[in-house]
């Protein structure tokens, strides 16, 4: 055993003994202008070292480099800054004075992908020629990493597209390892503070660079993301993805496939590409398992689609909601007016105001500001919606126009998701044609213009029941007739229909007509979708519910249409209905009928001279 320890003793100080020799023996400093000139060999990349190198023997044999920075040629600002720069050397080679990498780390970097960043060319430099007929040589494939091991920490990322706003990305972590084939596995993670959102990124990847610059795949084997801050939902948006994604340099093509996401209880597939042009064009091909906009919009509209309300006299206050900063003179929908796509995109289940949509379709294209969805189509309940359309940005002011076509829907589920405080349910069946210029729903209250003819069947109007109103008048009014006690606050209807016109906020309603086994309707109206006002006009016939009473008068009453005017706010509607003017109207013609009948039957009478001028006056 003492042997053993003797042994061991022996073999430590041996390399203490000769690493505290290379130390003294070998400068660093030796290799500067080394790496250096390697760097700008094999990539034209300027490499500057501000401090001395010094070694660093524990854990890891290391060369310490203070601050540094890394420039393409032509460019007016580095790529890469680091405030400390590590490479972990091999410990043979450098008895004979090479040096081996095995291991870069920058601490404290920041890499700018900036316009002023990217390599230049020099005026007088020569033109190559467009193609290249030739077969590639190891060194047309450019500079390629050729490090087995790259390590970035606490570092920040600046990315920017021509003159577009730079995206920051901060608190880096990068941890990439690459075998000589050009096989590499890369963790990164960071984080992205706009807008006052947060987004958080944590990505696991294997790269294939082996064919680079020309092709390089990746497969995306866990990516896991978080989005929270601003005008979001307090839990924010959270998912993962995994994905196979290649470029194509020659096609400029970004290309993946075998994509899952999750965000938040959202489930898509699908694959696409982008050819990186300078209108890029887009091609996609979505699925969604489930699509739930709720837990993906903002928190004020998510609030609206849960139906969730107060009460105006029960408001609390709220503190305000953080500022968007954006640019207020950039127009609306600017940003489709920069590529073009083609979107298919298919949704087993999707949640959205409230309204739970299932078998959803589209099909859209973009062409650099005409957007134009050919087909927009699901069920709702047991009804059918398709939404076809386009959307016009490519003028100054952008221009809308849509063909709803509505199948057995229940109209309540679509007036409660818009907040229209109506009473109102029953199916509803509607073809129209409608256009305006922005595409929400208070754009669609007062600027839209349309129309539409509507049909609907079982509507019940909550408040007001047409039936009863009548007959408890006329039972005020005679004596002469009894009605049936019906205590249903409701307007029952089998079938309505009536021809629409939307003009600025304000919805005519032509040709009203209705019946049911109770009533018969027809009339017309306006409603305010603004000032959520009402005034309609109908004539409306009770057919059915009477009691005992005069059956000549019943019958008057059931052939007769009764006008009734309703009025006012939506939640507080006013009637008036002319019951007594009817009735007067009955009693002269009965008695008009009866003159004329003693008048015939008693033609000798002395007084018959005078029920004729008493005619002629009724």
């Not at 890469?80 to 091999?90: F, G, S, W």
């Not at 968007?324 to 298919?344: K, T």
């Not at 309603?509 to 209705?514: C, T």
Request: glycine share 6%.
């Amino acid at each position: 055993m003492r042997r053993v320890l003797t042994t061991l003793m022996i073999l430590l100080v041996v390399l203490v003994a000769g690493i505290s020799a290379l130390v003294l023996l070998v400068n660093p400093n030796d290799f500067r202008a080394y790496m250096v000139q390697q760097v700008e060999a094999r990539s034209g990349y300027q490499l500057k070292l501000d401090e001395p190198l010094r070694w660093h023997v524990w854990p890891q044999l290391s060369i310490l480099s203070g601050r540094m920075s890394l420039t393409a040629p032509g460019a007016s600002t580095p790529l890469v800054t680091a405030a400390n720069m590590r490479l972990d050397v091999e410990l043979w080679p450098l008895l004979s004075h090479q040096l081996h990498v095995k291991q870069v780390m920058l601490k404290g970097a920041v890499i700018q992908l900036t316009p002023q960043s990217e390599a230049a060319s020099r005026p007088d430099a020569p033109v190559a020629p467009g193609e290249n007929p030739l077969p590639d040589v190891e060194t047309d494939k450019g500079w390629s990493f050729a490090i087995s091991h790259l390590q970035v920490a606490d570092s920040v990322l600046v990315f920017q597209h021509e003159d577009e706003e730079q995206v920051t990305v901060r608190d880096i972590r990068l941890n990439m390892e690459q075998n000589p084939t050009y096989q590499a596995t890369v963790e990164f993670s960071g984080r992205i503070n706009r807008n006052q959102r947060d987004l958080a990124l944590a990505m696991k990847a294997r790269v294939d660079a082996s064919d680079y610059p020309h092709n390089l795949s990746a497969a995306i084997e866990q990516f896991d993301w978080q989005l929270k801050g601003g005008d979001l939902l307090p839990q924010g948006i959270s998912g993962q993805a995994t994905l196979q994604a290649s470029w194509q340099e020659p096609q400029k093509r970004l290309s993946f496939s075998d994509m899952h996401i999750t965000a938040n209880d959202s489930v898509m597939s699908g694959q696409g590409s982008v050819v990186l042009a300078d209108k890029p064009e887009w091609a996609l091909d979505l699925n969604f398992d489930k699509l739930n906009l709720e837990n993906l919009l903002s928190a004020p509209e998510s609030l609206a689609a849960s139906g969730t309300t107060v009460q105006k006299g029960q408001a609390q206050p709220s503190l305000p909601r953080p500022v968007i900063a954006r640019d207020s003179d950039d127009p609306a929908y600017d940003s489709l007016r920069g590529f073009s796509a083609q979107v298919a995109l298919n949704a087993k289940s999707v949640r959205w105001r409230g309204m739970d949509f299932t078998n959803v379709s589209s099909q859209i294209t973009n062409q650099a500001g005409l957007l134009t969805l050919s087909t927009l189509q699901g069920t709702l309940g047991k009804g059918q919606i398709s939404l076809p359309g386009e959307l016009d940005v490519r003028g100054n002011q952008p221009k809308s126009q849509f063909q709803p076509k509505l199948d057995n829907v229940e109209i309540g589920t679509i007036l409660k998701a818009f907040d229209y405080p109506i009473a109102l349910t029953g199916n509803l069946s509607m073809a129209g044609d409608f256009s305006g210029d922005q595409i929400d729903a208070d754009a669609f209250r007062r600027s839209w213009q349309g129309q539409a003819h509507v049909e609907m069947t079982d509507t019940r109007m909550e408040g007001l029941n047409f039936q009863q109103l009548i007959q408890q008048a006329i039972a005020r009014s005679s004596n002469d007739v009894k009605v049936q006690q019906n205590y249903d606050n409701a307007t029952r209807l089998d079938a309505f229909n009536t021809e629409l016109a939307l003009e600025r906020g304000k919805i005519t309603l032509e040709d009203m007509e209705g019946q049911s086994p109770l009533l018969a309707v027809d009339g017309k109206g306006t409603l305010d979708l603004i000032d959520e006002l009402c005034d309609t006009h109908f004539n409306v016939r009770v057919v059915s519910g009477w009691g005992e009473g005069d059956s000549k008068l019943i019958e008057f009453l059931k052939n007769t249409p009764i006008p009734l005017h309703v009025y006012g706010k939506w939640q507080t509607l006013n009637y008036n209905l002319q019951v007594d003017q009817v009735l007067r109207e009955h009693l002269q013609s009965e008695a008009k009928r009866r003159l004329n009948d003693w008048a015939d039957r008693n033609k000798e009478s002395k007084y018959n001279k005078d029920v004729k001028k008493l005619l002629d006056k009724l």
